[in-house]
């Protein structure tokens, strides 16, 4: 190489050589940058896969779960609410045709009891007691017990007389309760389901501006286009007096 390099050896033959050997280090370069590349391309394929793979299983497993979940139906599958409940699992929804249910039903799993309205769909006692979450509607309870952190959310239900001790809690919306007792940490609380916001629970002496805060932030949106529509019509006639001066 130093023989090459100096002034005394040919310059076209050593020129020759460089190039090659810049050649050979672009040839190694490349095939070894093609190499990464492809190994790189392989990798972010089967990554891709796995995830997809993992994505399916997700998918299934939920679909598994969601059926898992059944709809009972009060008195055409079993004629009485406590025999439904029995024979529930956790996250079943019990339907509840339109009747008065003369019985004192006990519950203490996480269901869901559904009633055609709640003038004619009527329990006469419904105790409530263990941890979780159970979901009333269109239903008339007279006599309602709920305790032991038990949560009991009721939209569009009647509740004559209501008890709520041991820390549970009785969320209403759209529903009317009249007797209210509470002890040892009961609570009586409100709640609204807003789309894409979930459910919001509050406390009664406040419940009206929440119920309030959809018109609030409507008025809000459509004081701002407004806004925007008449700053742009006062831009165009100014541009327009402009253009004609």
Not at 1 to 30: C, D, H, Q, V
Not at 60 to 82: G, H, L, W
């Amino acid at each position: 190489m130093r023989f090459l390099l100096s002034s005394k050896g040919n310059p076209t033959l050593a020129m020759k050589i460089i190039s090659l050997g810049f050649a050979e280090i672009l040839r190694y370069w490349s095939s070894h940058y093609e190499y990464r590349r492809g190994e790189l391309a392989k990798r972010v394929i089967s990554e891709i896969m796995l995830t997809l793979i993992l994505v399916g299983l997700a998918s299934f497993t939920f679909n598994i779960q969601e059926a898992k979940a059944a709809t009972i139906t009060v008195p055409d599958d079993y004629p009485t609410i406590q025999e439904a409940i029995d024979h529930a699992n956790e996250g079943d929804t019990i339907s509840v045709r339109n009747g008065t249910y003369n019985e004192g039903a006990t519950l203490k799993k996480n269901l869901t009891i559904i009633g055609e309205n709640k003038l004619n769909t009527i329990i006469e006692r419904l105790n409530a007691s263990g941890l979780g979450d159970v979901y009333l509607a269109n239903i008339r309870v007279n006599y309602l017990n709920a305790r032991d952190s038990m949560s009991v959310w009721a939209t569009g239900c009647c509740f004559p007389e209501v008890h709520v001790n041991s820390s549970a809690r009785l969320l209403l919306s759209q529903s009317e309760a009249w007797k209210v007792h509470t002890y040892d940490k009961g609570e009586i609380l409100g709640f609204y389901d807003f789309p894409f916001f979930g459910k919001i629970v509050f406390s009664f002496p406040f419940g009206f501006i929440v119920y309030l805060l959809p018109f609030f932030l409507a008025l809000a949106v459509g004081g701002v286009f407004v806004a925007v529509y008449i700053r742009r019509k006062k831009l165009q006639s100014s541009g327009n007096k402009q253009a004609a001066r």
